[in-house]
């Protein structure tokens, strides 16, 4: 059995959103390998469910952010992170 078929959808989402909130403090975690196979195989899954992973308000409101703005407001709010 494939790891990702071993959990439920939810939990990897869950996962997913924990880690994307705390990329702010640990930036490390950008490069993790962990992260990006995580966000990879849950944006192929959201594109076989026809969610526009590059819409940033589509894609965090099928992640389950209840808080899920679109790009543009998401720009006006846009730091740089050294």
């Known amino acids: 059995m ?3 078929d071993a959990y439920p959808l939810p939990e990897w989402k869950l ?9 702010r403090n640990h930036l490390d975690l950008m490069d ?4 990006l196979d995580l966000q990879n195989h849950l944006q192929k ?3 076989e469910q026809g969610i ?8 965090d ?8 703005p679109s790009c ?6 846009r730091e740089t992170w050294n």
Do not use: T
């Open 45 to 47: 899954v959201a594109q």
């Open 2 to 4: 494939r790891l990702q």
């Open 15 to 23: 996962l997913y959103r924990v880690l994307h909130g705390q990329l």
């Open 32 to 35: 993790s390998s962990f992260f």
């Open 61 to 68: 409101a099928w992640l389950g952010n209840a808080d899920a």
């Open 52 to 59: 526009d992973v590059g819409d940033h308000g589509a894609w």
């Open 72 to 77: 543009s407001i998401r720009n006006e709010k």
